[in-house]
T-cell receptor, first 113, second 115 residues
Framework: QKEVEQNSGPLSVPEGAIASLNCTYS??????FFWYRQYSGKSPELIMS????GDKEDGRFTAQLNKASQYVSLLIRDSQPSDSATYLC?????????????FGSGTRLLVRP | GAGVSQSPSNKVTEKGKDVELRCDPI?????LYWYRQRLGQGLEFLIY????????KSGLPSDRFSAERTGESVSTLTIQRTQQEDSAVYLC?????????????FGAGTRLSVL
């Protein structure tokens, strides 16, 4: 089992719709979770971070975390064509005083005008 | 500096040659990370530094890969005797420290092509 799993997509939604991106992780003790957006040919940029169970909202973005189910999601409301990108889920892994981020393979989102 | 800086942005090399990739982190960031991203794939962790020491080298694919960091600043990733499967984008990131909640900021990457 991969440490962080995402559906590769593409997820296609019409402009104005809600896009829902999902991620599961295997390490029960993970405490920090991040969503990065990566446009084609560009480096990842942070969209959201979440550390506690529940929802965290920032503008059109909402991150949801459920540690019991080892599940984190990203909702994008009122999707725009400019949101078309690959969304990477990242989970903090701590082992023997080593802290590192493990990334999923990403979900490609296409927002149709 | 204002952001994470990587050089060169592109590198084309012949199979068997050695290459050196450079990363200059955000000023004041003590943690520095190297990742590899193959075409259409996610980010693969290679190694990270806290200060000048590397607590975790577990992601280095083989002994042809090595990295160092000096002065808690610039890091270099060296690939010896490059192979075609080494072709990828190599991304560097830095954060305030290697703590669970600290955000990593990425450079633009070095695109390595091994012919």
């Amino acid at each position: 089992q991969k440490e962080v799993e995402q559906n590769s997509g593409p997820l296609s939604v019409p402009e104005g719709a809600i896009a829902s991106l999902n991620c599961t992780y295997s390490d029960r003790v993970s405490q920090s979770f991040f969503w990065y957006r990566q446009y084609s040919g560009k480096s990842p940029e942070l969209i959201m971070s979440i550390y506690s169970n529940g929802d965290k909202e920032d503008g059109r973005f909402t991150a949801q975390l459920n540690k019991a189910s080892q599940y984190v999601s990203l909702l994008i409301r009122d999707s725009q064509p400019s949101d078309s990108a690959t969304y990477l889920c990242a989970v903090n892994i701590e082992k023997d005083s080593s802290y590192k981020l493990i990334f999923g393979s990403g979900t490609r989102l296409l927002v149709r005008p | 500096g204002a952001g994470v800086s990587q050089s060169p942005s592109n590198k084309v090399t012949e199979k068997g040659k050695d290459v050196e990739l450079r990363c200059d982190p955000i000023s004041g960031h003590t943690a520095l990370y190297w990742y590899r991203q193959r075409l259409g794939q996610g980010l693969e962790f290679l190694i990270y530094f806290q200060g000048n020491s590397a607590p975790d080298k577990s992601g280095l694919p083989s002994d042809r890969f090595s990295a160092e960091r000096t002065g808690e600043s610039v890091s270099t990733l060296t690939i010896q005797r490059t192979q075609q499967e080494d072709s990828a984008v190599y991304l560097c990131a830095s954060s305030l420290s290697a703590r669970r909640a600290n955000i990593q900021y990425f450079g633009a990457g070095t695109r390595l092509s091994v012919l």
